[in-house]
């Protein structure tokens, strides 16, 4: 099993930045990859960006290129997401949830922080 615990959404203005934690604990080893998934009232939960914890390969979703960085930092078993400065949009409100997968290709979610984008 493995734990996520999320830190640092908040409300900011459109034009501002935030940065998102994820820390990882439990079965550790066992993770391939990690990222961030974000859900806005009344739509799907979908893929924000992803790295692997081997080889740091990335995918970001079209629509955060350019503006967020994902990054890792195995020693401290986290990810993080930088919402970079002059980037945030208000369509870019929801609830954002960290996430890993396992080796064995199972998927483990935190309790997810909000992010609200004020214009």
């Known amino acids: 099993q493995v734990q996520l615990v999320e830190s640092g959404g908040g409300l900011v203005q459109a034009g501002g930045s935030l940065r998102l934690s994820c820390a990882a604990s439990g079965s550790i080893f066992s993770i391939s990859a990690m990222g961030w998934y974000r859900q806005a009232p009344g739509k799907q939960r979908d893929l924000v960006a992803r790295?692997?914890?081997?080889?740091?390969?990335?995918?970001?979703a079209d629509s955060v290129k350019g503006r967020f960085t994902i990054s890792r930092n195995n020693t401290k078993n986290s990810v993080y997401l930088q919402m970079n400065m002059n980037s945030l949009k208000p369509e870019d409100t929801a609830v954002y949830y960290c996430y890993a997968r396992s080796v064995q290709a199972d998927d483990y979610w935190g309790q997810g922080t909000q992010v609200t984008v004020s214009s």
């Open positions: 790295i692997t914890t081997r080889g740091g390969n990335i995918i970001y």
